[in-house]
């Protein structure tokens, strides 16, 4: 069982780069969404898995 907490946009260890950040879904806030620094930078879209609300 891994211990990684991975970006939901590109599934990058979020352990290994920088400006990371983790909220609860804007659409229905049960959920825990995990972005990576340089999706972040780049704007790369994210989709909630439980109300599969998109943000950038």
């Given amino acids: 069982m891994s211990d990684k907490v991975l970006c939901d946009s590109c599934d990058t260890d979020v352990s290994v780069v920088d400006n990371n950040v983790i909220f609860k879904c804007p659409g229905c806030n049960k959920v825990n969404i995990v972005r990576c620094g340089n999706c972040r930078q780049k704007a790369v ?4 898995p439980k109300c599969c609300f998109e943000g950038p």
Avoid: L
């Fill in 45 to 48: 879209k994210y989709v909630c």
